[in-house]
């Protein structure tokens, strides 16, 4: 007598995160755990209450780094972008100017 076949248990529907930044090639952290550089993507099992989250870090030089949580049902591509604000730039000092009429420095060959 034949078996009856028992179908393969399903696979957990997963949620994936599209994760993107504007600029691109920020460094993406998980838990202080280095995933990557953006654009990626992630894909995370929900847990008990039927969504998945992800609270994402990003981090890129010369730009303030950003922490946001991000949710989605299984299923789902969840678009996880997030603009980097521009950290102000801090000016550098130049020389002094000089006093008026100093503007030519000495001729050493009078």
Same mark, same amino acid.
């Given at each position: 007598?034949?078996?009856?076949?028992?179908?393969?248990?399903?696979?957990?529907?997963?949620?994936?995160? $599209? /994760?993107? +930044?504007?600029?691109?090639g920020?460094?993406?952290?998980?838990? &202080?755990?280095? $995933?990557?550089?953006?654009?990626?993507?992630?894909?995370?099992?929900?847990?008990?209450? &039927?969504?998945?989250?992800?609270?994402l870090?990003?981090a890129?030089?010369?730009? @303030?780094?950003? +922490?946001k949580?991000?949710? &989605?049902?299984?299923?789902?591509? /969840?678009?996880?972008?997030?603009?980097?604000? @521009?950290?102000? $730039?801090?000016?550098? @000092?130049?020389?002094?100017?000089?006093?008026? &009429?100093?503007?030519y420095?000495?001729?050493?060959? @009078?």
């Amino acid at each position: 007598a034949a078996v009856p076949a028992t179908p393969p248990p399903a696979a957990p529907r997963v949620v994936r995160f $599209r /994760v993107e +930044s504007e600029p691109v090639g920020a460094e993406v952290t998980i838990n &202080g755990r280095v $995933r990557g550089k953006t654009p990626l993507e992630i894909e995370r099992t929900p847990d008990d209450s &039927g969504l998945a989250s992800l609270e994402l870090t990003f981090a890129l030089e010369g730009y @303030q780094t950003v +922490s946001k949580t991000f949710a &989605g049902e299984p299923g789902s591509t /969840v678009p996880a972008s997030m603009k980097l604000p @521009q950290l102000p $730039r801090i000016k550098k @000092q130049g020389p002094k100017p000089k006093a008026p &009429g100093s503007a030519y420095k000495d001729d050493p060959y @009078q």
